[in-house]
Every structure is written in structure tokens, then in C-alpha cells.
Nanobody, 120 residues
Framework: QVQLVESGGGLVQPGGSLRLSCAAS????????MAWYRQAPGKQRELVAA???????NYADSVKGRFTISGDNAKNTVYLQMNSLKPEDTAVYYCNLHVALLTRSVFTYWGQGTQVTVSS
């Protein structure tokens, strides 16, 4: 069984920065792809950033140049560095990982979500 634990959310002023972390625990062979989604009140969940396989990161237009997704394979941890935060970035952020277990079976896992609030 794999569990994802997110951390790093909180309240920040406009223009500030936060770094979200998503740590995967369990018997993991590899993380095949990683992504961050967010869901604001009354809105649908949207893709913020993703890395599929060994490809280049992809970002939603609204966060390009401000957010950076990265991963540490040794720690089975994925990060989302968020700079120049805006009030419209306020949402619950979720990590999403496609994980290969030792059996090589691949499963999709979601983090529990972490609240990011950008407000003065």
C-alpha cells in the first residue's frame, strides 16, 4: 500500500512564496509520473503542473513562470515551488502520482490535499 502525505500549505501574502511537498511511502519501484492539481471553492479541479516519465514539465498557462514542479526519486517526494503568488492561486492543492510497485503494476494515488490561501 502506498500513501501520499502533503505538506507546506498555508496563508501567504500576495507576491509571496510557498513550497508544497508530497511524500510517498510504501514499497515503491518507481514514480512514473507526477502532477499537482488544485481546486478552488465552487470550481472544478484543474491541472497545475505535471511531469510524465522523463519528459519536460508542463504547466497551466496561469502558473507558467511562477510555479516549478520537481521530484526527488531518492526520497520519493514531489515538490511544487510557488512564487509570486496571487489571490487567484487560493485553492486546495493535491498531488497525484502514478507509482509502479515492485510487481511493476502501476497505480494512481492522490494526496489528502493542502490548503493554500493567498491574501493580504
Amino acid at each position: 500500500q502506498v500513501q501520499l502525505v502533503e505538506s507546506g500549505g498555508g496563508l501567504v501574502q500576495p507576491g509571496g512564496s510557498l513550497r508544497l511537498s508530497c511524500a510517498a511511502s510504501g514499497i515503491i519501484f518507481s514514480i512514473n509520473s507526477m502532477a499537482w492539481y488544485r481546486q478552488a471553492p465552487g470550481k472544478q479541479r484543474e491541472l497545475v503542473a505535471a511531469i510524465i516519465g522523463s519528459g519536460s514539465p508542463n504547466y497551466a498557462d496561469s502558473v507558467k513562470g511562477r510555479f516549478t514542479i520537481s521530484g526527488d526519486n531518492a526520497k520519493n517526494t514531489v515538490y511544487l515551488q510557488m512564487n509570486s503568488l496571487k489571490p487567484e492561486d487560493t485553492a486546495v492543492y493535491y498531488c497525484n502520482l502514478h507509482v509502479a510497485l515492485l510487481t511493476r503494476s502501476v497505480f494512481t494515488y492522490w494526496g489528502q490535499g493542502t490548503q493554500v490561501t493567498v491574501s493580504s
